[in-house]
């Protein structure tokens, strides 16, 4: 497992909100400035789906990130099952400094951890910002 985390400086409700509403999603679900998410869809539910659209902004590449969830604890805990099969956990707690966003999932093995961890950590680095301006 690979495990990034955030504090974030906002009310727990609106962290989980920014983290799980489309409206929110298709402005941070991005590694960099030369990608966007142009449509996401979420049933934030066990057994419910989502699916995020990840584009280069030059329309050269895209593709769909999605899965399935395996758990949902309101403005606690989201677990999911990619559709590679790969597993990820996702907790919300909040503390002195805010809410500490913690994200664990099991590496694909195209691309070394230390290129995945720096991705996955720029989105939640896109995602910290967008719920602290939210």
Known sequence: MITIKTTINAPLEKVWDVWTK???ITQWAFASDDWECPAAENDL???GTFKTVMSAKDK??????????????????IEYT????RRVSVTFKETPEGILVTESFDPETENSEEMQRAGWQ?????????????
């Open 22 to 24: 489309p409206e929110f």
């Open 45 to 47: 539910r066990v057994d």
């Open 60 to 77: 050269s590449f895209s593709f769909d990130f999605g899965g399935v969830y395996t758990a949902v604890q309101e403005h606690a805990l």
């Open 82 to 85: 990619m559709g590679d099969g």
């Open 122 to 134: 720029a989105i939640m680095d896109n995602f910290k910002k967008i719920a602290e301006q939210a």
